[in-house]
């Protein structure tokens, strides 16, 4: 059975199970850059409350190493991003052996308040891997919005400090590209649009 870190650390964040109506803000983001598209398996919402999860095409989701995961909070709308990100780090402290975390970094783009982060989990308590994960939170006029990119990594005795072996140089280099590749994503090509956007890509009002 997969545990999934993020959704679980995320839903002891909530507070209020009531649901806005509709939401008039899109969350857009463009697709995961890959040689083969990353494939959707999660897509579900209540009112504007939602939670989509991508992953690689040749990899299954009992068993990932890679995921991409978006979700709208509107019951957290009126938390500042780095509040937010301060919380989740405590959370993510208590499900790990050990934890690092860089940011929250505030910023504002496009119109609205933005925090990234990137967290580091030894290894996943009742799990056999470790967890780096990047953040990129935004408070949107009608909900918070978390976007998450997720790499399981070998269990290690420091928080951040994945160790390979000589045979793993590959391996290594690769989670360091990918790691600058998913940086970039975040910042380039994950943003709001809506009634205060001022980004130039969202339709005109």
């Known amino acids: 059975m997969r545990t999934r870190l993020l959704p679980l650390l995320l839903a002891a964040l909530l507070t209020n199970t009531a649901l806005a109506a509709e939401t008039k803000e899109t969350l857009k983001l463009a697709p995961y850059p890959a040689d083969r598209p990353w494939k959707e ?34 019951q957290q709308k009126n938390i500042e991003p780095a509040v ?19 940011g929250p970094k505030e910023q504002v783009e496009g119109g609205y308040p933005v925090a990234y982060a990137q967290v580091y989990c030894s290894k996943q308590k009742g799990a056999e891997f470790g967890v780096n994960m990047l953040f990129k939170v935004i408070k949107g006029a009608d909900a918070l919005y978390v976007v998450q990119r997720e790499f399981r990594v070998p269990p290690s005795q420091t928080a951040g400090v ?3 072996t000589k045979d793993q140089m590959e391996q290594m280099m690769a989670l360091m590209q990918n790691m600058s590749i998913a940086d970039a994503y975040l910042v380039k090509s994950v943003y709001l649009c809506g009634r205060q956007a001022t980004d130039t890509r969202c339709p005109s009002r």
Not at 54 to 66: L, M, T
């Open 41 to 74: 398996v999660t897509n579900t919402s209540n009112g504007d409350q939602w939670l989509r999860e991508q992953i690689p095409a040749d990899q299954k989701i009992e068993a990932y190493k890679d995921i991409l995961t978006a979700q709208s909070f509107p």
């Open 84 to 102: 937010f990100l301060k919380s989740l780090f405590r959370q993510v402290g208590a499900a790990c052996e050990q934890a690092r975390v860089n």
């Open 162 to 164: 994945t160790s390979f």
